[in-house]
């Protein structure tokens, strides 16, 4: 069946620390990727998409995204998390709608 | 610019009821999804609707209904509760008819079955 995972289901790290959420897929189409974060309290909010061209993509807040159409990934990565990055992360395979169980990233100060 | 609004934000019901929550999206967006958020299974989603008719559906049995109005403003109908439906119910709205645009996402309507 087509999902998306997210391997990483509890993650906690201390400031200055760096991050990488794994997120594979399994759809066999072109893709359209997104990663959303959903902060405490607040709306699910996208961080950042990748369509086509550079498999390298860079969001807000320092974050960035590599697809790798080969492994079928679109990893999240941050090189140094603060406090404020304490959120629950979403993958998601936006053509098909489908969504990650997602993230629940901890940092500690 | 206001965002996607859900009405109400939470409700009670018991077992068998119905229940119907509401989405306004923001003003100019045509595309309203809804998705199903609970611990551990993440977001699920229910279906889409693209100037009142519903273009794409999720694998949900056919007691989840919904609308899409006029106005974009979208509806969606739970009939026959059952105790999982419990969960936060979310409304996504976007500014064209492809999955390119980024979908915003309201507060949700969360919905607990007794």
């Known amino acids: 069946a087509q999902s998306v995972s997210q391997h990483n289901h509890h993650v906690i790290l201390s400031e200055a620390a760096s991050l990488e959420l794994g997120c594979n897929y399994s759809y066999g189409g072109t893709v359209n990727l997104f990663w959303y974060v959903q902060y405490p309290g607040q709306h699910l909010q996208l961080l950042l998409k990748y369509f086509s061209g550079d498999p390298l993509v860079k969001g807000i807040k320092g974050f960035e995204a590599e697809f790798i159409k080969s492994k079928f990934s679109f990893n999240l990565r941050k090189p140094s998390v603060q406090w404020s990055d304490t959120a629950e992360y979403f993958c998601a395979v936006m053509n098909q709608f489908y969504f990650g169980t997602g993230t629940s990233l901890t940092v500690i100060p | 610019k206001a965002g996607v609004t859900q009405t109400p934000r939470y409700l009670i019901k018991t077992r068998g009821q119905q229940v119907t929550l509401s989405c306004s999206p923001i003003?100019?967006?045509?595309?309203v999804s809804w998705y199903q958020q609970t611990p551990g299974q993440g977001l699920q989603f229910l279906f889409e609707y693209f100037s009142e008719t519903q273009r794409n559906k999720g694998n949900f049995p056919g007691r989840f209904s919904g609308r899409q109005f006029s106005n974009s403003r979208s509806e969606m109908n739970v009939s026959t509760l059952e105790l999982g439906d419990s969960a936060l119910y979310l409304c996504?709205?976007?500014?064209?008819?492809?999955?390119?645009?980024?979908?915003?996402f309201g507060p949700g309507t969360r919905l607990t079955v007794l």
């Open positions: 003003s100019g967006h045509r595309s």
């Open positions: 996504a709205s976007s500014l064209a008819g492809d999955l390119y645009n980024e979908q915003f």
